[in-house]
């Protein structure tokens, strides 16, 4: 594993991790600060936790089945805002699953799609979320379909695309698997496509997903729908799928293009080193 490059996903004006340690995590979105729980976070944080409430806002509970609450740590402080990425604006909710509408470790991405995308391209964004990677390629003049099983986060990913002033994101509400199947068989081609899939999930009509079963026809089918010139990335973090793994995908379906897997970071302002799965990037 100490072989693998790191990739480390960088802070932003509207977005710190202040600190990590003990099975959580210390974040500034904006204006607000939020307590998580962070399985990675296995160490001994920076600070002490009686610090981290007295400037935290919110701090999230958590409960049964994945599922929890969150406190609030000050008076009269919203449980909805908005923080920007550049040009982009992103509307955040306090959820019941701990998320807030962002994966801050998404960045370093973001980042990759504003170097290899350019206007009239082709884009897909498959388990789409609430879209910031849509909205990055969108706002380089990318022709941008963006799918996601959840009706519930298509239509937050609408209202992210709205804050940031965009217009004319495709929206598909589907499996990200059976739509990308079908755009082999359409022999619709893309430029750019970017793959998030949770390690375990629920699909659109209640089936049960599980990434370790589905990634090699995921990669297969990826490699069918991309240009010659295309790029890929795509974000693993099931413990099933090393990078060992990835490798063997990669050499049996992009045999003939660049690869390269590496280790998702993030660093806190105390120097805390957080891992947030394996990052794979066909060129």
């Not at 990434?211 to 413990?239: C, Q, R, V």
Request: hydrophobic share 40%.
């Amino acid at each position: 594993m100490s072989d693998i490059p790191r990739i480390y996903a960088q802070p932003w004006a509207d977005y710190e991790l202040l600190d990590a340690g003990g099975g959580k995590k210390l974040e500034r979105w904006g204006s607000i600060i939020t307590i998580r729980p962070e399985v990675q976070a296995y160490f001994h944080s920076g600070k002490p936790f009686t610090e981290w409430r007295e400037i935290a806002h919110w701090e999230f509970i958590e409960g049964k089945a994945q599922q929890g609450k969150w406190k609030c740590l000050k008076k009269n402080v919203p449980s909805e805002w908005t923080i920007r990425y550049h040009r982009l604006q992103f509307t955040l909710s306090l959820t019941k699953f701990k998320h807030i509408g962002l994966f801050p470790e998404q960045e370093a991405n973001w980042r990759f799609i504003e170097e290899q995308i350019s206007a009239d391209e082709r884009f897909l964004n498959l388990f789409a979320y609430t879209g910031a990677a849509s909205c990055m390629a969108r706002l380089k003049g990318a022709d941008t379909f963006h799918v996601d099983s959840a009706k519930s986060t298509l239509n937050w990913a609408k209202r992210n695309m709205e804050e940031s002033k965009l217009l004319n994101i495709k929206w598909v509400h589907e499996d990200a698997l059976k739509f990308a199947a079908r755009e082999v068989k359409r022999e619709n081609r893309y430029k750019g496509i970017i793959m998030d899939p949770p390690a375990w999930g629920i699909g659109a009509s209640g089936e049960k997903w599980k990434l370790e079963d589905k990634i090699d026809e995921l990669m297969m089918t990826a490699s069918s729908l991309l240009e010659d010139d295309g790029f890929l990335i795509m974000n693993t973090y099931s413990p099933t799928v090393d990078s060992d793994f990835l490798r063997e995908l990669i050499d049996i379906y992009f045999p003939n293009k660049t690869s390269s897997i590496s280790q998702l970071y993030m660093e806190s302002k105390t120097e805390k080193t957080m891992y947030f799965g394996e990052l794979v990037r066909v060129q």
